[in-house]
């Protein structure tokens, strides 16, 4: 018999994740051990004002909420060494995470990360900054190898959870450190 915890669970996730008209559009794809995160937001500020936060290592733990600790060990021009480590859940499903990531950054419009250790086998992703009059767009896309096994329904629907979480918060800081705030529609 089902747990009736785990189906309100589910019904949870699914409902929440349901609802559109998000302001972060997110698609998981699960492909065997290859998980691939598209991403896709409109934020109203600067593609610099983006930048600003979108590379704010050492502060990012103070606003991304899945986040216990970032710094950044390194820097050689445009190249950045960083350690993020921290505590991903949903429901009842939790996940610690630490990388040392490789980041190049191309100012205002691209941000290159790949893993060079840490608890996933593989990580790569890329973060593209378009200006779209007084607005940024902001296109982020993964792909990943966990270091554990990721369950196909549940684990997508908690990848999905996590990214939008995080992309929401990066755009609230975002909004949060503008001189005016647009107003709210």
């Known amino acids: 018999m089902v747990k009736k915890w785990f189906l ?8 929440a994740l349901a609802n559109p008209g998000q302001l972060v ?3 998981v794809q699960i492909d065997g051990e290859v998980v691939r995160v598209d991403l ?15 590379t704010d290592y ?12 970032s710094k950044v060990l390194n820097v050689s021009g445009n190249t950045l060494k960083i350690f993020q480590s921290g ?41 593209e ?14 792909e990943s190898i966990p270091g554990v096994w990721i369950p196909p329904v549940i684990g997508k629907i908690f ?9 929401q918060e990066l755009r609230d800081e975002i909004i949060r450190r503008l001189p005016t705030p647009p107003a709210q529609p």
Do not use: C, D
């Not at 050492?58 to 600790?69: D, I, P, R």
């Not at 900054?129 to 993964?142: A, I, N």
């Not at 996590?162 to 992309?167: D, I, M, T």
């Open 25 to 27: 559009e997110v698609q």
């Open 129 to 142: 900054l378009y200006q779209e009059g007084s607005q940024t767009r902001v296109v982020y896309h993964s």
């Open 40 to 54: 896709n937001m409109l934020v109203p500020a600067t593609q610099s004002q983006v930048w600003s936060v979108l």
């Open 159 to 167: 990848i999905e959870h996590e990214s939008r979480e995080q992309f």
């Open 58 to 69: 050492e502060h990012m733990a103070g606003f991304v909420s899945n986040l216990k600790q």
């Open 8 to 15: 309100w669970l589910l019904f949870g996730m699914t409902t």
């Open 87 to 127: 505590q991903a859940s949903y429901g009842a499903l939790n996940f610690s995470f630490e990388s040392t990531r490789e980041v190049q950054l191309t100012p205002y419009e691209k941000i290159h990360s790949r893993l060079l250790s840490g608890n996933m086998r593989r990580f790569e992703g890329r973060t």
